[in-house]
Structure formats: structure tokens, C-alpha cells
């Protein structure tokens, strides 16, 4: 059984940083690219970050291009997501999924149950 399980949300002041962390478990990670996505109160899901199995080709949304850095380690299971500069608008339940790599949610096969970032001005 496939788990995803993301820790490291938090309060943080705006310009302030925060990792978060998604460990896998029921699977072989490296066999699977990763995302995160985030859903603010009251708005749609929306697409973060993206990383491909071996690291190598990454996107990311532009409202955090420059921002933010996905990163993954295959050894332990992990996809990372590094955020600096945070905004009030980044205010949001961040979640990480996996079995694709674009901003398509619906490619995604598993999710984790999110973590709650909030950024306060």
C-alpha cells in the first residue's frame, strides 16, 4: 500500500521560510515522478512544483519560480519542498503526490493528506 505523508507546515511570517517534507512508503520512489500542489481556502487545487525521477527536470509554477526549490532523494524515500520569501497568498494546504510530473492533477496517482502552511503579514 502506497502512503505519501508530508510534515514541515507551519506559521510562518511573510518573507520567512519553510521545508516541507513528503516521505514515501509502500513503494520503490525512484521508479516515480513527484509534484506538489497546494489549495488555499476557498480556491481550486493548484499545481506547485514538479520533479522527475532522477531529479534532473523540474518546473514550477510562476507564482513561486525563484521561490521556491522541489527536491527529492531517492536513498530515503523523500521529495522536499524548500520555500523562501513567503507570501500571505501562500497561505494554503500543500500536498505531494506522485506518479507524474506535470501541473495535470488528475495524472497524479497517489497523494499525501496535506500539511497547512500559513503565512502571516
Known amino acids: 500500500q502506497v502512503q505519501l505523508v508530508e510534515s514541515g507546515g507551519g506559521l510562518v511570517q511573510a518573507g520567512g521560510s519553510l521545508r516541507l517534507s513528503c516521505a514515501a512508503s509502500?513503494?520503490?520512489?525512484?521508479?516515480?515522478?513527484a509534484g506538489w500542489f497546494r489549495r488555499a481556502p476557498g480556491a481550486e487545487r493548484e499545481f506547485v512544483a514538479a520533479i522527475s525521477w532522477s531529479g534532473g527536470r523540474i518546473s514550477y509554477a510562476d507564482s513561486v519560480k525563484g521561490r521556491f526549490t522541489i527536491s527529492r532523494d531517492n536513498a530515503k524515500n523523500t521529495v522536499s519542498l524548500q520555500m523562501n520569501t513567503l507570501k500571505p497568498e501562500d497561505t494554503a494546504v500543500y500536498y505531494c503526490?506522485?506518479?507524474?510530473?506535470?501541473?495535470?492533477?488528475?495524472?497524479?496517482?497517489?497523494w499525501g493528506q496535506g500539511t497547512q502552511v500559513t503565512v502571516s503579514s
Open positions: 509502500g513503494v520503490t520512489f525512484s521508479n516515480y515522478r
Open positions: 503526490a506522485a506518479g507524474a510530473a506535470t501541473s495535470r492533477a488528475t495524472a497524479y496517482e497517489y
